[in-house]
């Protein structure tokens, strides 16, 4: 099992910024990526960033160059470093971990809120 708490959530106006972090606790050795998502109120949960094997990276091209995915593998803590907010970033923010060896498994937190005013 994995358990994962974010953090950093907030309000803030449009142009600004704001660090979110997810702390992995539990099965750590076990992930083996991570990701950001988050849902807007009536929409549908969507990835924006997820970091993997090798630090890889990828970004939903929505944020891509306001964004900014990393993990500290030694303290297990993920960061989502967002710039530029827009009122279209307001969401819940959730951190979910992925363990790829059979049996796969999706580990969520509990969401952080994102409000960005105009």
């Known amino acids: 099992q994995v358990q994962l708490v974010e953090s950093g959530g907030g309000l803030v106006q449009a142009g600004g910024s704001l660090r979110l972090s997810c702390a992995a606790s539990g099965s750590i050795s076990s992930i083996n990526v991570m990701a950001w998502y988050r849902q807007a109120p009536g929409k549908q949960r969507e990835l924006v960033a997820a970091i993997g094997i090798g630090d890889s990276t990828n970004y939903a091209a929505s944020v891509k160059g306001r964004f900014t995915i990393s993990r500290d593998n030694a303290k297990n803590t993920m960061f989502l470093q967002m710039n530029s907010l827009k009122p279209e970033d307001t969401a819940v923010y959730y951190c979910?971990?992925?363990?790829?060896?059979?049996?796969?498994?999706?580990?969520w937190g509990q969401g952080t809120q994102v409000t960005v005013s105009s």
């Open positions: 979910k971990a992925r363990r790829l060896a059979i049996p796969t498994a999706d580990y």
